[in-house]
């Protein structure tokens, strides 16, 4: 596999990129089609993330619109990003009251992690290894 796309509906784009670029400090990309703020694109090394807006999907895949509204979104899928600056994104996430599933620790597997939750609910796990600091 060369290359990874995964997508992922959110309710709000505008919240979810505020989320992303403010609290988490990524680059995100507002995406235009048709004179629209169609999507939003975060990419990485090998890997994009595309959110798009469920009442958007919603009505080009009716038939996914049932599944949403039952459970947890997201439930047993995790973002795992690796970073370098924990530190320094846990004081944003604070900053900005995120609710924290698990407070940072240190992980027998050489990493540290902290676990949080994005606006739509979907699990994020952001790690850094240990040798960083």
């Known amino acids: 596999m060369e290359y990874t796309s995964l997508q992922f509906t959110v309710k709000d784009l505008e919240r979810t990129y505020q989320f992303y670029r403010n609290v988490l400090g990524f680059y995100i990309e507002k995406v235009a089609e048709d004179g629209g ?19 958007v999907v919603s009505k080009l895949h009716p038939k996914l619109s049932d599944k949403w509204d039952v459970g947890v979104r997201g439930s047993g899928v ?3 990003f690796v970073v370098n600056n924990l530190y320094e994104i846990y004081g944003r996430i604070r ?10 620790v240190e992980k027998h597997y050489g990493m540290r992690e902290v676990w ?3 606006p739509d609910d979907y699990l994020i796990v952001l ?3 240990l040798e960083e600091s």
């Not at 900053?95 to 924290?100: E, G, I, S, Y």
């Open 127 to 129: 790690s850094e290894s």
């Open 37 to 55: 703020f169609d999507f939003l694109v975060l990419k990485g090394d090998g890997y994009e993330i595309m959110f798009e807006e469920s009442a």
């Open 78 to 80: 995790a973002l795992n």
């Open 116 to 118: 949080i939750f994005d």
């Open 95 to 104: 900053a900005h009251n995120t609710p924290l599933l698990y407070d940072i």
